[in-house]
């Protein structure tokens, strides 16, 4: 995503960035600055994609373009050839790491051993599977306006397009919802930067304006007069802007991404082309539509994408942000009591976290609005009769919930190795730095770029130091691990851990 527009790195404490990770993010300071002694976390994609490729070549990697995995094939435990919906096949001489966004071996090799426990998961435990307190469906965490009486009913009662449940499930229960996905796009304003180019239109005769209606009741509210209410647009290098989601009704697709995680390759496509097809409308809406307030539209007029960016895909990003599919569900599973508060994993460390444990938007529904000062501004409606009961005294509000910490903590804690592993009775040489074995909750800490960095980093040791030793990955010497990550600058432990 550091290359598909994801420009505004999600950092926490830039302590734990060490290692390769810290290696990357100085590279692109120094693309700018050639002595530049710290990092920079702003990136260009074109630059970031730059930067990956000169760190692949300079490691004498071979790269080799796949399609979509169709089946995993093993021997025993291990894993020995991957099979491509093409009718390719790669054969797997010693470890895989699974470092996509869509897990897709890790699904696959799942589904490969259906007499096995499951090693792959996705969606919300329950509260209770882990003893989390965060885990489940959550109550709404808000954005500046989302504690408005906006009604997420049509005139007829039955709910408007854009929401995704009429009743919510009791607080704390377990659901396959995966939080939105959107796309982070690359954008400029008009006279900031020669590269600008108008947003794209939607393809003719697929917009339906009253898909809308939603959004045109957010921008009727008091106060609206500019697109970035809507869209955060942070800043990047060369007056370039990083444009993600920033309401209720913004560019994060809610509810689309459900069914992706366990998707073939063609529904996930259809999924991808969906969520393009929803941006685009969205930005549209917002400078065309006679309901959206003149000011609103005049600043959305004002934000096109930029002109050096993308160029093969008109300037639009090629990479579906991902942020939640599946995860492995190893002999252990990082759980919330593990980083909240931090436990101390000594040798088993391989590098460090600090972010909240950060959920977008599962699901949008009908919620009752709270007095000020309450702990939620709103509640989800889980009853008929509750919403009729809360249409009729005006308190009918329009949530999202989906947000697991209960507190924006960025407080360090280390990462064990073992959320690496799938089980053993699964996988001996499969790892994956980007679907971990970790809960929901913890996930949403774990799933920003730089401790995908970070457990990547770690991945590679343990496949060479697994493949060099001909066994299995779980039974890698972590001392060994420990000690060769220290010495490619790996962060793994704070002066609040004894064994530093």
Request: glycine share 10%; net charge negative.
């Given at each position: 995503?550091?290359?598909?527009?994801?420009?505004?790195?999600?950092?926490?404490?830039?302590?734990?960035?060490?290692?390769?990770?810290?290696?990357?993010?100085?590279?692109?300071?120094?693309?700018y600055?050639?002595?530049?002694?710290?990092?920079?976390?702003?990136?260009?994609?074109?630059?970031?994609?730059?930067?990956?490729?000169?760190?692949?070549?300079?490691?004498?990697?071979?790269?080799?373009?796949?399609?979509?995995?169709?089946?995993?094939?093993?021997?025993?435990?291990?894993?020995?050839?991957?099979?491509?919906?093409?009718?390719?096949?790669f054969?797997?001489?010693?470890?895989?790491?699974?470092?996509?966004?869509?897990?897709?071996?890790?699904?696959?090799?799942?589904?490969?051993?259906?007499?096995?426990?499951?090693?792959?998961?996705?969606?919300?435990?329950?509260?209770?599977?882990?003893?989390?307190?965060?885990?489940?469906?959550?109550?709404?965490?808000?954005?500046?306006?989302?504690?408005?009486?906006?009604?997420?009913?049509?005139?007829?009662?039955?709910?408007?397009?854009?929401?995704?449940?009429?009743?919510?499930?009791?607080v704390?229960?377990?659901?396959?919802?995966?939080?939105?996905?959107?796309?982070?796009?690359?954008?400029?304003?008009?006279?900031?930067?020669?590269?600008?180019?108008?947003?794209?239109?939607?393809?003719?005769?697929?917009?339906?304006?009253?898909?809308?209606?939603?959004?045109?009741?957010?921008?009727?509210?008091?106060?609206?007069?500019?697109?970035?209410?809507?869209?955060?647009?942070?800043?990047?290098?060369?007056?370039?802007?990083?444009?993600?989601?920033?309401?209720?009704?913004?560019?994060d697709?809610?509810?689309?991404?459900?069914s992706?995680?366990?998707?073939n390759?063609?529904?996930?496509?259809?999924?991808?082309?969906?969520?393009?097809?929803?941006?685009?409308?969205?930005f549209?809406?917002?400078?065309?539509?006679?309901?959206?307030?003149?000011?609103?539209?005049?600043?959305?007029?004002?934000?096109?994408?930029?002109?050096?960016?993308?160029?093969?895909?008109?300037?639009?990003?090629?990479?579906?942000?991902?942020?939640?599919?599946?995860?492995?569900?190893?002999?252990?599973?990082?759980?919330?009591?593990?980083?909240?508060?931090?436990?101390?994993f000594?040798?088993?460390s391989?590098?460090?976290?600090?972010?909240?444990?950060?959920?977008?938007?599962?699901?949008?529904?009908?919620?009752?609005?709270?007095?000020?000062?309450?702990?939620?501004?709103?509640?989800?409606?889980?009853?008929?009769?509750?919403?009729?009961?809360?249409?009729?005294?005006?308190?009918?509000?329009?949530?999202?919930?989906?947000?697991?910490?209960?507190?924006?903590t960025?407080?360090?804690?280390?990462?064990?190795?073992?959320?690496?592993?799938?089980?053993?009775?699964?996988?001996?040489?499969?790892?994956?730095?980007?679907?971990?074995?970790?809960?929901?909750?913890?996930?949403?800490?774990?799933?920003?770029?730089?401790?995908?960095?970070?457990?990547?980093?770690?991945?590679?040791?343990?496949?060479?130091?697994?493949?060099?030793?001909?066994?299995?990955?779980?039974?890698?010497?972590?001392?060994?691990?420990?000690?060769?990550?220290?010495?490619?600058?790996?962060?793994?432990?704070?002066?609040?851990?004894?064994?530093?």
């Open positions: 995503m550091c290359s598909g527009g994801l420009g505004v790195t999600d950092q926490g404490d830039t302590f734990a960035i060490g290692g390769l990770a810290h290696e990357f993010f100085l590279r692109n300071a120094r693309v600055n050639s002595s530049a002694q710290d990092p920079l976390y702003k990136l260009e994609p074109h630059v970031a994609e730059q930067l990956f490729l000169q760190m692949l070549d300079e490691a004498n990697v071979t790269r080799v373009p796949v399609g979509a995995i169709s089946h995993v094939e093993f021997s025993g435990q291990r894993i020995v050839s991957l099979g491509f919906e093409d009718g390719s096949s054969a797997v001489p010693e470890v895989i790491i699974d470092a996509s966004y869509e897990a897709q071996v890790v699904v696959g090799a799942s589904r490969a051993l259906p007499d096995q426990p499951p090693f792959m998961t996705f969606g919300r435990e329950a509260a209770s599977t882990y003893k989390e307190s965060w885990g489940g469906r959550r109550e709404p965490f808000g954005y500046p306006f989302d504690s408005r009486a906006i009604s997420p009913l049509a005139d007829d009662g039955s709910l408007l397009p854009l929401m995704t449940t009429r009743l919510s499930a009791p704390g229960s377990g659901d396959a919802h995966v939080q939105g996905y959107n796309f982070r796009l690359c954008a400029v304003r008009k006279g900031e930067n020669k590269n600008w180019v108008p947003m794209p239109d939607p393809t003719p005769g697929s917009y339906n304006a009253s898909d809308w209606e939603l959004l045109r009741r957010f921008a009727a509210l008091p106060g609206i007069t500019n697109v970035s209410q809507f869209v955060g647009c942070g800043q990047i290098p060369l007056g370039k802007l990083d444009c993600n989601n920033g309401c209720l009704v913004s560019t697709v809610t509810g689309l991404s459900w992706f995680p366990n998707a390759a063609s529904v996930r496509a259809a999924i991808t082309a969906a969520h393009k097809a929803y941006t685009i409308a969205f549209y809406t917002l400078r065309t539509d006679p309901a959206i307030p003149a000011t609103v539209r005049a600043s959305a007029q004002d934000l096109g994408l930029c002109g050096d960016e993308f160029e093969s895909n008109g300037n639009f990003p090629e990479q579906l942000y991902v942020r939640e599919a599946a995860r492995l569900v190893g002999d252990r599973v990082l759980v919330q009591s593990d980083l909240w508060p931090a436990t101390d000594g040798e088993a391989i590098g460090m976290g600090s972010y909240a444990a950060d959920g977008h938007y599962s699901t949008r529904g009908p919620c009752v609005l709270q007095p000020a000062g309450a702990v939620h501004h709103c509640l989800m409606v889980t009853s008929e009769a509750e919403l009729q009961a809360a249409l009729a005294n005006g308190t009918l509000g329009t949530g999202g919930e989906g947000y697991v910490g209960d507190v924006n960025f407080a360090l804690y280390q990462i064990p190795a073992w959320v690496l592993f799938p089980k053993r009775s699964g996988a001996t040489n499969l790892l994956s730095p980007t679907a971990p074995s970790a809960s929901h909750v913890t996930f949403a800490s774990l799933r920003v770029e730089p401790q995908f960095m970070i457990m990547g980093h770690a991945a590679g040791d343990i496949a060479a130091m697994a493949a060099g030793a001909g066994g299995a990955v779980q039974d890698v010497p972590l001392p060994e691990l420990h000690e060769r990550l220290a010495a490619e600058g790996a962060v793994l432990c704070h002066d609040t851990f004894p064994h530093c």
